[in-house]
Nanobody, 120 residues
């Protein structure tokens, strides 16, 4: 059993900052990529940022220069520092991790989602 638990969402004014965190737990063999996706009302889920096991990082164009993803491999965790937030960043943010368990192929796991609302 593998679980991803997120924390850190909330309400913030435009221009403000929030930090999201996600920790993976369970019978984990290898964690490959970890990342964050978001889904706004009426829209499809989209990639926000991803960091590979080798620390390669990719960001959505809309968040480049404002968001920073980081990973703590010792703690099986990933964080997303969000600065200069805009109303269009409002969405439910989901943690994602590609994880393999001993004797099994890798599989994508998802957190429960955390709401981020940017509004004055």
């Amino acid at each position: 059993q593998v679980q991803l638990v997120e924390s850190g969402g909330g309400l913030v004014q435009p221009g403000g900052s929030l930090r999201l965190s996600c920790a993976a737990s369970g019978t984990i063999f290898v964690i490959y990529a970890m990342g964050w996706y978001r889904q706004a009302p009426g829209k499809q889920r989209e990639l926000v940022a991803v960091i590979s096991r080798g620390s390669r990082i990719d960001y959505a164009d809309s968040v480049k220069g404002r968001f920073t993803i980081s990973r703590d491999s010792a703690k099986n965790s990933v964080s997303l520092q969000m600065n200069s937030l805009k109303p269009e960043d409002t969405a439910v943010y989901y943690c994602n991790a590609r994880i393999s368990r001993i004797g099994e192929p890798a599989y994508d796991y998802w957190g429960q989602g955390t709401q981020v609302t940017v509004s004055s």
